[in-house]
């Protein structure tokens, strides 16, 4: 696993340019994370090792589906997101649907 991909679209909706760092809340952790040029431009990829800890123990539990799992980003402030897993592993196969019907940017773990 290498991160939390969000994808162009999500990037040029929600993520100005001039914004260099964002937080995420992950349970009870509310992390600052860098955004470096290349995420606007070439690799819409948010990298941060305590992201990926969080990312592998909630696959470890069950509570993430297999990779690419979706998460929602809801947003929890200016620059802010909380990351929720949109579909569990026992919730059946249809993430698309799921995916789509959010009205939140979706990341997917990498």
């Given at each position: 696993?290498?991160g939390?991909?969000?994808?162009?679209?999500?990037?040029?909706?929600?993520?100005p340019?001039d914004?260099?760092a964002?937080?995420?809340?992950?349970?009870?952790l509310r992390?600052?994370?860098?955004?470096?040029p290349?995420f606007w431009?070439?690799?819409?990829?948010?990298?941060?090792?305590?992201l990926?800890?969080w990312?592998?123990?909630?696959?470890?539990?069950?509570?993430l589906?297999?990779?690419p799992?979706?998460?929602a980003?809801?947003?929890?402030?200016?620059?802010?997101?909380?990351?929720?897993p949109?579909l569990?592993?026992m919730?059946?196969?249809d993430?698309?649907?799921?995916?789509e019907?959010?009205k939140?940017?979706v990341?997917?773990?990498a």
């Open positions: 696993m290498t939390l991909h969000i994808g162009y679209g999500n990037v040029q909706q929600f993520f340019p914004v260099p964002i937080e995420l809340e992950l349970d009870h992390i600052v994370c860098t955004l470096e290349e431009e070439s690799d819409p990829e948010i990298h941060d090792e305590r990926l800890a990312l592998e123990s909630k696959e470890g539990t069950g509570k589906a297999p990779r799992a979706p998460l980003m809801i947003p929890a402030g200016e620059h802010a997101f909380r990351l929720l949109i569990s592993p919730q059946g196969p993430v698309d649907k799921e995916v019907m959010t939140y940017a990341g997917f773990s």
